[in-house]
């Protein structure tokens, strides 16, 4: 059965199935819902019910807080139309940029360093991420989070993790070559360094979600901050982690910054270093005074989640990006 879903305060008007998400069936319509990844991890399809029923699939913890939830809002790529229904929603704006290849350099086994060359400036903040469209397959894209702030020069630096089947990464890591050009949707995101007070910071990277962290921890440097900052970065073995010397080198050079690298995987028995997983470096009252950026795994970003709010760290303080697969 399909009902009509009415878009505030564009006017826009579309059908959608009892069983299609909002943003899926605007999305099937042609009609530029604004969205990140499209599977209940970012935050960005946020909306307000203003009349009708849906109902709401599951999302990561902290996306909508009681107060927004009480006001009506939800999370329209797991929102399901039970009614006609008319809803406060953005309708993205139609941007995009194309950006030539300028390098592809391997940083481990299974990530790729991306530069980009965008033919006009493109506007973000250090922790945001860009859409990528999908070379040869018409409207599919990926995100990724740029791991750096804003260059003079404005190329864009991204850590890709080559996933086995994966429609972009094995494109990148098996077909691109320099000069090769992508397109671009504009940055999106809510992750990024919060200016407003003076507290340390705990930020904790899994993977590749060490991107946006050091784009974020770059800018914090740049802006003179003295605060404690510790860095946990974790991977399942040794030859996962990438720039170290990198981190080790940041660390040095402000000595406010503590880089603790973890490894999960018990298996590595030459290993001098802290050996955990990720999550439970929150399993103490330390971080309560802390701002917290989390960025990896939705299961690493739940679970951490939990353990912080259990130790009384105010959900306002707790940032993170869930690197989930795009849906
Ligand atoms: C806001 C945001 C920012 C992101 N930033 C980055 C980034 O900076 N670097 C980066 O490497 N990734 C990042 N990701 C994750 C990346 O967008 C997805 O992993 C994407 O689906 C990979 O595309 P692909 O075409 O290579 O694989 P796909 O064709 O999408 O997937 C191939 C297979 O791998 C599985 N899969 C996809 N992603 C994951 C995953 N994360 N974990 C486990 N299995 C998976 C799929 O279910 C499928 O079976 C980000 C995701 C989000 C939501
Ligand atoms: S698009 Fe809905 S939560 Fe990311």
Redo the contacts with the bound molecule.
């Keep these: 059965m399909d009902y009509e879903i009415c878009l505030e305060p564009s006017g826009i008007r579309f059908a959608a199935g009892a069983e299609q998400s909002i943003v899926a069936a605007a999305l099937a319509q042609g009609i530029p819902l604004q969205h990140?990844?499209g599977?209940g991890?970012?935050g960005d399809c946020k909306g307000t019910i203003l009349e009708g029923e849906g109902e709401q699939g599951p999302f990561m913890p902290l996306l909508l807080t009681p107060a927004e939830r009480a006001a009506g809002m939800a999370i329209l790529c797991k929102l399901r139309p039970r009614s006609p229904m008319r809803i406060r929603a953005s309708v993205q704006e139609a941007g995009q940029w194309t950006a030539a290849v300028t390098a592809l350099t391997p940083l481990a086994w299974n990530?790729l360093e991306l530069r980009l060359q965008p033919e006009r400036p493109y506007p973000y903040r250090a922790g945001q991420?860009a859409r990528l469209a999908?070379p040869g397959a018409a409207g599919?894209w990926?995100?990724?989070?740029m791991?750096t702030p804003p260059q003079a020069d404005g190329t864009l630096v991204?850590?890709?993790?080559?996933?086995?089947?994966?429609?972009?990464?094995?494109w990148?890591f098996h077909a691109a070559h320099l000069g090769d050009t992508l397109q671009l949707a504009g940055a999106?995101?809510e992750?990024f360094l919060r200016q407003d007070n003076e507290r340390p910071l705990l930020c904790i990277a899994a993977?590749?979600?060490l991107?946006?962290i050091e784009a974020i921890l770059q800018e914090s440097m740049a802006l003179g901050w003295e605060r404690p900052i510790h860095l946990f970065y974790g991977a399942r073995r040794r030859p996962d982690f990438y720039h170290l010397p990198v981190l080790e080198d940041w660390a040095r050079r402000h000595p406010h910054l503590r880089v603790t690298p973890t490894l999960s995987d018990a298996e590595d028995r030459d290993w001098a270093g802290a050996r955990r997983l990720l999550p439970n470096v929150t399993a103490s009252g330390h971080w309560r005074d802390h701002e917290v950026y989390l960025c990896g795994?939705p299961g690493m970003i739940e679970a951490a989640i939990d353990l912080l709010l259990s130790h009384q760290v105010q959900h306002e303080r707790i940032h993170f990006?869930?690197?989930?697969?795009?849906g």
Excluded: K, M, W
């Design positions: 990140g990844c599977n991890s970012c990530v991420y999908v599919e990926r995100s990724y989070s791991a991204f850590h890709i993790r080559e996933l086995p089947g994966g429609r972009f990464s094995q990148l999106q995101g992750f993977g590749t979600g991107a946006p795994s990006d869930a690197f989930a697969p795009n």
